[in-house]
């Protein structure tokens, strides 16, 4: 049992290289996402007052006056665009036209399609200006799923 732990220190204190991905790979119910986009726009939602959401109570806690800011930020590259839901401290690094780093994104389902998000255990940086047309022709967030159980 005590080699287990030992070799699990020693995986853990090697870090990985992360893989960068490209938007038209993303999947519904996946994470881990390393992605380089540029935002298109950013647009506030509207803060509801109650915490009803899983965002709203987590954000909720770390400051019980103020109510979670929330912006959906259309993000993307050469190959696709998405909307990304930006939380809290978030919404001020995505400004349009800036070029960010998302850092172990996910991907969530809001109304049958798919939105980018960083959640605590991710991270989002601000890097230098590049060369990045966005492709707005395939957004991923107008594409509808469907849950279907198959029987066997």
């Not at 930020?73 to 930006?86: P, Y």
């Not at 980018?116 to 967030?141: C, F, H, M, Y």
Request: aromatic share 4%; with cysteine; hydrophobic share 40%.
């Amino acid at each position: 049992m005590a080699t287990t732990a030992t070799a699990a220190a020693a995986t853990t204190s090697e870090k990985k290289k992360p893989v960068f991905v490209k938007v038209e790979t993303l999947k519904p119910g996946t994470h881990g996402h390393n992605l380089t986009v540029k935002v298109v726009n950013s647009n506030t939602v509207k803060a509801t007052g109650g915490a009803g959401g899983r965002g709203g109570r987590a954000s909720a806690s770390l400051n019980p006056r103020a109510p979670p800011r929330i912006s959906e930020c259309l993000v993307g590259d050469e190959t696709g665009s998405i909307l990304f839901t930006a939380r809290n401290e978030q919404v001020d690094l995505m400004k349009p036209g800036a070029t960010v780093i998302l850092r172990n994104a996910k991907i969530d389902m809001f109304k049958g399609s798919m939105r980018l998000a960083v959640d605590k255990w991710g991270r989002v940086e601000v890097t230098e200006p590049a060369d990045i047309t966005v492709n707005e022709q395939n957004n991923l967030s107008l594409v509808e799923y469907e849950l279907v159980n198959v029987e066997e």
